[in-house]
């Protein structure tokens, strides 16, 4: 979990600066996969790390918990972006647009195509580019503070190895057996042995005293 906070840290400092219109595409897509690998070394051992801690019948509760927060974080997170990229976009067309294009600023805003619209090197085109970068620019600053508590956390978290965390299981675990599982087995088999070679002597005691009662 800790190399994903890492990773997920860099990916958006990265962003930060160098997610802007001059940036080659290449770069970009390097920043947004380190930022997804990042993401995906901390969701996955996170969700691993809270069934590991649990007894086993709280295993569905804490997996369910977990993804509820989950959820409601990334919920939260959209709702914040939003609220201020809407915000901001709107403040920073109104205050970089040329005189002519003011009117058009709510169509400007609401429609992407529209804005696009306008030939590249324009007054209207540098300002949208304008606001869109600085808009962007201040959502990846909230995202980079929002990483710091992530690596206290992160380091804080207890180092668990799944293959010696004892479980409660008695069925058949798909594609092999546990050495508990072939202990048990062993000591069946030794036990069913025994209790023939039991069967055995006891039916040969038998027949001794039959042939000893027949001489008599």
């Known amino acids: 979990m ?6 997920y840290t860099l990916g958006i400092l990265l962003m930060l600066f160098y997610r802007n219109l001059d940036t080659p595409v290449a770069v970009i897509v390097v920043t947004q996969l380190i930022v997804g690998i990042g993401g ?13 801690s649990v007894s086993q019948q709280d295993v569905g509760c804490a997996t369910a918990v977990f993804l509820t927060t989950l959820s409601l974080g990334g919920a939260v997170g959209s709702a914040v972006s939003g609220a201020i990229w809407s915000t901001l976009v709107k403040q920073k067309l109104g205050a970089y647009l040329p005189a002519e294009s003011l009117p058009a600023l709510e169509e400007i805003f609401g429609d992407f195509k529209k804005a696009a619209s306008y030939e590249l090197g324009s007054d209207t085109r540098e300002a949208v580019r304008r606001s869109y970068d600085e808009t962007m620019r201040m959502l990846l600053i909230i ?10 956390t992160a380091m804080t978290m207890k180092p668990l190895k799944l293959d010696l965390v004892e479980t409660e299981d008695k069925g058949v675990i798909i594609g092999g057996s ?14 069913e042995e025994g209790s023939m070679e039991l069967e055995l002597r006891e039916g040969r005691d038998a027949e001794d ?8």
Do not use: Y
Not at 40 to 52: E, K, M, R, S
Not at 209 to 215: C, E, N
């Open 178 to 191: 546990s050495e508990k599982e072939e202990e048990e087995k062993r000591q069946a088999d030794e036990e």
């Open 2 to 7: 800790l190399i994903g906070v890492v990773l």
């Open 209 to 216: 005293m039959d042939g000893i009662a027949l001489v008599k």
């Open 40 to 52: 995906g070394f901390i969701n996955v051992p996170t969700q691993l790390g809270i069934q590991a």
């Open 143 to 152: 995202a980079l503070c929002a990483c710091i508590p992530l690596l206290p």
